[in-house]
Nanobody
């Protein structure tokens, strides 16, 4: 069992940066794969990045070279650093967790625990 709380969202101009944080409440954070998803108005939830307990990471094509996912297992926290933001990056960003099982998918149905989301708005 784990609870997730996102923070760090806000409004920025195109080309700007944000760092999102996800604080996990529970005793087994280091056993979970962690991921970030986002959902814009009228769109399906899409995977952005994921990271394993050993800090192996994967990225969506739209995020690679601009976003960096990281985690601090001693602080039960996962981060998403977003650089060179574009208007199409706008949406609600969700933190998600799943007990590590050897894979690292960017598929929402593969994750069992979710935060409430934090809004990111990028203006042109």
């Amino acid at each position: 069992e784990i609870q997730l709380v996102e923070s760090g969202g806000g409004s920025v101009q195109a080309g700007g940066s944000l760092r999102l944080s996800c604080a996990a409440i529970g005793d087994s954070f280091k056993r979970y794969d962690m991921a970030w998803f986002r959902q814009g108005p009228g769109k399906e939830r899409e995977g952005v990045a994921a990271i394993s307990p050993g800090r192996f990471s994967v990225y969506a094509d739209s995020a690679k070279d601009r976003f960096t996912i990281s985690r601090d297992n001693s602080k039960n926290t996962v981060f998403l650093r977003m650089n060179s933001l574009k208007p199409e990056d706008s949406g609600v960003y969700y933190c998600a967790a799943e007990r590590a099982d050897g894979d690292l998918p960017l598929v929402a149905t593969e994750y069992s625990f979710w935060g409430q989301g934090t809004q990111v708005t990028v203006s042109s």
